[in-house]
């Protein structure tokens, strides 16, 4: 069974290759940086495939630290990616959106906001609760100064 590893701290400059390169020893199964779609310069980070248990201990032994192009690489098994729905942070590869999904070219899914609330039991957004409730008292002491 394959291994997948994180490896984060990654110069800008790094293509597939010269990663590649540095694991060679090792022999890992495959390399993968992930890329700024933009610029197509590497984000920081990437994933290395190895073989087996003891390959993956060995390489995070020699390559946790190492520095490459001035940069201490940081090097720890990939955690595995969560399922639509899961809470928790993931990590995301190419392609996919840091909650996990992959993005999409259309909004058929996204619910809109009301755009007129008619109803007395509609609550306030959760993110602008706090700011309506300090507006609510304002509004109140300026109408009893009144």
């Given at each position: 069974m394959s291994v997948r590893l994180y490896v984060g701290n990654l110069p800008e400059e790094l293509n597939r290759q010269e990663l590649e390169a540095v694991f060679s020893e090792i022999s890992p199964v495959s390399t993968k940086i992930i890329?700024?779609?933009k610029t197509n310069k590497c984000r920081g980070f990437g994933f290395?495939?190895?073989?087996?248990?003891?390959q993956a201990d060995e390489v995070i032994e020699k390559f946790n630290g190492f520095s490459l192009k001035e940069?201490?690489?940081?090097?720890?098994?990939?955690?595995p990616r969560k399922k639509d729905g899961e809470d928790g942070p993931t990590q995301a590869s190419?392609?996919?959106s840091a909650n996990?999904?992959?993005r999409k070219g259309n909004n058929k899914n996204r619910k809109?906001?009301?755009?007129?609330?008619n109803d007395d039991n509609v609550q306030p957004d959760p993110r602008w609760a706090q700011e309506?409730?300090?507006l609510k008292q304002l509004l109140s002491a300026q109408t009893t100064n009144s």
């Amino acid at each position: 069974m394959s291994v997948r590893l994180y490896v984060g701290n990654l110069p800008e400059e790094l293509n597939r290759q010269e990663l590649e390169a540095v694991f060679s020893e090792i022999s890992p199964v495959s390399t993968k940086i992930i890329t700024d779609r933009k610029t197509n310069k590497c984000r920081g980070f990437g994933f290395v495939t190895v073989k087996t248990e003891e390959q993956a201990d060995e390489v995070i032994e020699k390559f946790n630290g190492f520095s490459l192009k001035e940069n201490t690489l940081k090097v720890e098994r990939a955690q595995p990616r969560k399922k639509d729905g899961e809470d928790g942070p993931t990590q995301a590869s190419e392609g996919e959106s840091a909650n996990g999904g992959k993005r999409k070219g259309n909004n058929k899914n996204r619910k809109s906001a009301p755009t007129t609330q008619n109803d007395d039991n509609v609550q306030p957004d959760p993110r602008w609760a706090q700011e309506l409730e300090k507006l609510k008292q304002l509004l109140s002491a300026q109408t009893t100064n009144s």
